[in-house]
């Protein structure tokens, strides 16, 4: 299956580290990052998990929560969650999916057969409140995610929703943005963008960010 974007997340009760979860009702009206890892006590993974927790005070200030997923099961993961605190320095403050029957991961097509027919590729998907999934993205098992690059991400999720703007390519939160070309008249670009905007080319209008 594909999950595309724009799509609702698909739904499941699944075990975890923390125990079941019915995945919308844990989601709650946060948004969701959810991601897979292709098997426990595996290096690279161990280092993704120990990332993202450090990084949950940063997902908290954006109403996001994070889970993740790997195909062993429960009484493995909790072995592993010792290793991952003791290497890594940090506790694990999120759940774990236990997927050894693969239903998650074959409802969000984390299981790309020509890689590995049985362990999960480094899938991420963003969700919003609103149970849309609005980014997708996939490594393979051989190359770890930079977390910070997933908080960028929302950081332009969460811009993007709430004014006419886009962010351009490197952007960082507090950089300038690009205004969404549909945006024409004068007077509500005056309204929208009182600090102003720089016409580089009439498509491309440089503006400071506005929720700053
Ligand atoms: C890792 O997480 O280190 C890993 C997992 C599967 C294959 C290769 C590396």
Redesign the pocket.
Known sequence: MTVQLGTIAPDFTQDSTEGKISFHEWLGSSWGILFS???DF????TTELGAAAKLKGEFDKRNVKAIALSVDDVESHKKWLGDIEETQGTKINFPILADADRKVSTLYGMIHPQANDT?TVRSVFVIDPNKKVRASFTYP??TGRNFEEILRLVDSLQLTDSHSVATPANWKDGQDVVIVPSLQDPEVLKQKFPKGFLAVKPYLRLTPQPNR
């Open positions: 890892h292709p098997k595996t290096p690279v993974c362990l098992a051989s």
